[in-house]
């Protein structure tokens, strides 16, 4: 493979920086509103929590699907091609909620936007490896990124409330992302993509991600997301449900409590950009998982009057972890394997974005009280803490983020149309 110069600045560089905002941006507000969506779905189909939770497993499941079996894609037939795929089976299947109003069909579309999902999320979590000049410069990148889905993650809910306020349907916040998929389709397939880096002749395997899972570096970073996205559910999927009953004198903190984690999400994600650019990301993610895990427990031992304060209060925390976990994941292996660890990843991110909120909705039934939801949550946040502790003060990938640094990040990004598998 030729060495090539250091990546100058472009405005297609810049035009696909954008592109992948905006897509983050979009799909976050159909996800993260899950939790304001579900109390509605309890209540129009009579169902319990488990039931209910479905609108969380059907994307999350289809998400990883997708992501495991065909993150593979983005390295085959290149990122542009994967993208257009994804983006176009996500919004047509939002476009298909105004075709009926049956749980069962509602789960099934959830489940074909979720496979789209993670067929353009591991396209473009590939391409950002491949605009990025080193692996510093790839978990801004991310932290950037992930912002753009905090605020979308922000408007999904409020698109909800102020439908149901309208009298309208929740169905709202998915014909809105819809109209904004195919702005992106459009511009997706009119944009200019880098040239793919390839390590040699030999195609992308769809078993790539499969085999990774043997490899001890990816599969730290695996669970490390699996921890995550497990104490994160645990908020933005059922704090809405465990807040429900508190009647104190700021009972509108208990009814904005997601929306205000959100926003406390997003901010925290755009300071991450700078946190990073500052201090060594193991020391970074070390102190914020401490400090979020803390706010957990203080929630749980508490009661509802104290947990209004710190659920939210943990989205400032957990704002930088996500994107630098994943991001540095990614780094730590080569360009033309991008998409598959990405993939892999992800697969591991909707596992646990299934497995954690269905086993806090069976303790919550099981015990009857949604405290107990919350309190798996902190100890799912509790183990990442301590995994992310060890990563501090061992320093076991530092070698080998140096390494892919020299190898494969002092490139020039070659932008070009080289047709639609570009």
Known sequence: MTERPHIQPSNASALLKWLVFLMFAM?????????????????????????????????????????????????????KATILIGLTLFGLSSVAFAAGHDFLFFVALLFISGIG???????????????SRSTREHSTI??????????????????????LQEGLSWKWVYFLAAGICALLVLGAFGARFPT???ADEKPADPRDA??????????????????????????????????????GSNAWLAVYAVSIFFVLRAAGR???????????????LAV????????????????????????????????VLYPTIN????????????????????FFTCLSAVVAPLAMALIGDGLGDARYSIALGALMATGLAVQCIWNWRKQPFASRLAERNSADYRKEVIIGDTGPTA
């Open 196 to 198: 793919p880096v390839r």
């Open 327 to 346: 991001s540095t994941g990614i780094s730590c292996f080569e360009k033309a394997r991008h998409g598959s660890v990405a993939g892999l990843l992800l």
């Open 142 to 163: 991310m932290n950037l990124v992930e912002g753009f889905f905090g605020a979308g993650a922000i408007v999904g809910p409020a698109v909800v409330a102020w439908s």
């Open 117 to 131: 999902i993670g067929i353009f999320k591991a396209g473009a979590l590939a391409l950002i490896g491949d605009i």
């Open 27 to 79: 799909f976050a507000m159909t996800t993260d509103s899950v939790g304001t969506v579900i109390p509605q779905i309890i209540r129009e189909f009579n169902l319990g929590m488990t039931a209910a939770g479905s609108f969380q497993y059907a994307t999350m499941s289809g998400i990883a699907i997708s992501a495991i079996s065909l993150g593979f894609l983005a390295d085959r037939i290149g990122r």
């Open 210 to 247: 499969a085999r990774m899972m043997t490899d001890p570096t990816a599969m730290f970073f695996a669970t490390a997301l699996m921890l995550y996205v497990g104490a994160e559910a645990a908020i933005y999927v059922w704090t809405p449900t465990f807040l429900a009953s508190y009647e």
């Open 270 to 284: 755009f300071l991450g950009v700078w946190l990073l650019a500052r201090y060594d990301w193991t020391a970074v």
């Open 288 to 319: 914020c998982t401490v400090a979020m895990t803390i706010l957990f427990w203080i929630a749980v031992l508490g009661d509802r009057g104290v947990a209004i304060y710190a659920l939210p209060a943990t989205g400032l925390f957990m704002s």
